[in-house]
């Protein structure tokens, strides 16, 4: 699986050119999978935002599902044990992207388990995710107490370690003065590992274990040394 974790999406040319990198064609000719799950886990979304998400209603443009795909339809990850694998391991195998949209990164990766999806991700070598905030916070190791708002029935803050480094998204956000990069640097103290801090014209991309950066703004490696 190829991996591309952004704080704010699909959100200028850097991070596009960057998705159809890793994509291998033009994004035109990609089925895109939309996956709204970490929204219910978070006190701040409402049915309102999932339906926002789904219908590719985010400002400003080209955020996620407006990036002009081929299709796009919506696999909910806590209706798949319900239905078995026979029928949604399918429609997972012929997309070419997942979408995951923010929210609650702790809940998020609790369902990626439970769907069976996380057990599957590993054998699909050219599906693309695209993470935006929890939906690429729940692929690294721990999210640290500041975005902890789920339990899990274990508890903690860790979640699925797909990468070997968490993330601090939305830094400087205007309307949000915890997320300076301040309170992200004391965030790392408590991250066990390397941390990176991105704002929402930022991305990450992880294939086959290297990493990249696409940026027209702001971010910075954090713990770069803590083994």
Same mark, same amino acid.
């Given at each position: ?14 991070? #596009? ?10 994004? !035109? ?18 049915? !309102?935002?999932?339906? #926002? ?12 599902? !407006? ?152 971010? !910075? ?7």
């Amino acid at each position: 699986m190829k991996l591309l974790l952004t704080s704010g999406g699909i959100s200028n040319p850097t991070i #596009r050119a960057a998705l159809v990198g890793l994509l291998g064609k033009p994004i !035109e000719e990609c089925r895109a999978l939309a996956v709204p799950t970490a929204k219910y886990g978070h006190p701040g979304c409402d049915p !309102e935002s999932v339906r #926002r998400f789904i219908a590719a209603e985010y400002q400003p443009p080209n955020v996620m599902g !407006e990036a002009g795909w081929k299709s796009i339809g919506v696999l909910e990850l806590t209706a798949l044990p319900t239905i078995g694998a026979d029928r949604w391991l399918p429609w997972v195998r012929e997309t070419d992207v997942l979408l995951a949209d923010g929210g609650d990164a702790t809940y998020l990766g609790y369902w990626l388990k439970e769907s069976g999806l996380a057990d599957q991700l590993p054998s699909l070598p050219d599906l693309v995710w695209v993470g935006m905030s929890a939906g690429s916070m729940a692929l690294t190791p721990r999210i640290g107490s500041e975005f902890f708002n789920w339990t899990s029935p274990g508890g903690g803050e860790e979640t699925l370690g797909l990468v070997d480094f968490s993330i601090f998204p939305h830094l400087d956000y205007p309307d949000w003065p915890d997320n300076s990069l301040d309170a992200a640097r004391r965030w790392a103290t408590t991250i066990p590992g390397p941390a990176y801090a991105i704002d929402d014209q930022t991305a990450i991309s992880v294939v086959n274990g290297k990493v990249d950066v696409h940026s027209e703004g702001h971010w !910075e490696l954090l713990n770069p040394t803590v083994p």
